[in-house]
């Protein structure tokens, strides 16, 4: 059973940076394409970026392309994403997810707990 731990949230100011990291443990996601989504409070969980089991392929929501990047070591799995610029906006609970696609928009087997990302403005 895999398990996905995310790691790296925290208080920062408007555009400051972050990079979150999201380690398997009890499997790998080498196969896996892996997203991360965020819920801010009082929203709806969204999708944020997804990468590609290979990592060949990103995509990411237009709020934070051009400021967020994500990519995955599946040597050490484990996926990072990196978050600059960021905005009060970008407040949210953020959990990365697999998806047995292999693309990671396709539905997710496993999740993480979620990590906090504050952004002061």
């Known amino acids: 059973q895999v398990q996905l731990v995310e790691s790296g949230g925290g208080l920062v100011q408007a555009g400051g940076s972050l990079r979150l990291s999201c380690a398997a443990t009890g499997g790998t996601i080498s196969s896996y394409g892996m997203a991360w989504l965020r819920q801010a409070p009082g929203k709806e969980r969204e999708f944020v970026a997804a990468i590609s089991w290979s990592g060949s392929s990103t995509y990411y929501i237009p709020a934070v392309k051009g400021r967020f990047t994500l990519s995955r070591d599946n040597a050490k799995n484990t996926v990072y994403l990196q978050m600059n610029s960021l905005r009060p906006e970008d407040t949210a609970v953020y959990y990365c997810?697999?998806?047995?696609?292999?693309?990671?928009?396709?539905?997710?087997?496993?999740w993480g707990q979620g990590t906090q990302v504050t952004v002061s403005s």
């Open positions: 997810a697999a998806d047995p696609s292999g693309w990671g928009v396709d539905g997710y087997d496993y």
